[in-house]
């Protein structure tokens, strides 16, 4: 717990752990918490997913004839990061290849991971940085888990989801991990009906989202707004019998089930020259 960083402003009260670049705690004004903590169904709280989200076909990644084993999601969730600033509202960390990352994913590069207190939002900002010489292929994203319910008492089914815009493009699933093929979505209009039936067949995965933001709501309860720029998809997820929803923008997805080339044709990948970065951003703000 004393290697918890703490920033807060009066609206908002955050804590994040250099372990994974990890925010493990969010609470509002009166001392209430927003996000789910890291109980046994699953024992994380919003881990940070790079340099891949989702799964490789056989966990490998293929590059100029040599095979690596790469697991879901990568491996900055499970990496300690190093602070490179730290105040009353705000902190940065990073991560940097090494001989561990490059035996199993071998591209130099440096991932930062910011937070910053903003009025009533968190704002937290990912930024994938090519220090080798050859192109950078890289997904990233985030996976933060909220409470739900929002509030005790609140049933789950009484939760939505309320997108920016109308929703009408079909969603994807996941086959052993990878993703499969397109089916209807669930959404109607802009609105999703919460239940955690909806995830038997694990995430629901918008590949095509119109709206940059969504909110979590329930009838007598704060609202979440999560808004996103830099990022091309959205995963929903809970795992049954959790109480919690996560609401993830991403760049980039699990390998399609046909899928084994190489790494760097992997559909949805950020391709990043050498000396660029790009920068995912993701606003958490109660409402």
């Known amino acids: 717990m004393q290697d918890r960083h703490i920033i807060q402003n009066g609206y908002l009260t955050a804590a994040i752990k250099p372990d994974g670049a990890e925010l493990c705690s969010l609470r509002d004004a009166a001392g209430e918490e927003m996000l789910w903590q890291a109980l046994p169904v699953w024992p994380r709280h919003a881990p940070v997913l790079f340099p891949i989200v989702g799964r490789l076909k056989d966990d490998t990644l293929r590059h100029n004839g040599r095979t690596y084993r790469l697991g879901q999601h990568g491996f900055a969730r499970d990496?300690?990061?190093?602070?490179?600033?730290?105040?009353?509202?705000s902190c940065r960390l990073v991560l940097h290849d090494d001989g561990t990352t490059r035996a199993v994913y071998p591209f130099a590069f440096r991932f930062e991971v910011a937070f910053a207190l903003e009025d009533d939002a968190l704002v937290n900002t990912f930024t994938v940085?090519?220090?080798?010489r050859e192109t950078l292929p890289a997904s990233v994203g985030a996976h933060p888990a909220f409470r739900w319910p929002l509030r005790e008492g609140i049933e789950q089914a009484d939760h939505t989801l309320e997108f920016e815009h109308p929703e009408?493009?079909?969603i994807r699933r996941l086959e052993g991990g990878l993703l499969a093929g397109s089916q209807p979505t669930p959404i109607q209009g802009s609105t999703l009906a919460l239940d955690p039936a909806l995830f038997a067949a694990d995430a629901i995965i918008m590949d095509q989202p119109a709206s940059s933001s969504v909110r979590f709501t329930a009838?007598?309860?704060?609202?979440?707004?999560?808004s996103w720029e830099g990022a091309a998809e959205l995963g929903i997820w809970m795992r049954p019998g959790g109480e919690f929803l996560c609401i993830e923008p991403w760049h980039g997805t699990a390998s399609p089930v046909d899928f084994d080339g190489e790494f760097r044709d992997k559909p949805g990948l950020l391709l990043i020259p050498p000396g660029e970065r790009r920068v995912l951003t993701m606003r958490i703000r109660l409402c």
Do not use: D, M, Q, Y
Request: aromatic share 8%; net charge neutral.
């Open 79 to 89: 990496h300690r990061f190093a602070w490179l600033n730290r105040t009353a509202t």
């Open 129 to 132: 940085i090519n220090s080798g």
């Open 168 to 170: 009408p493009a079909p």
């Open 219 to 226: 009838p007598g309860a704060e609202a979440i707004e999560v």
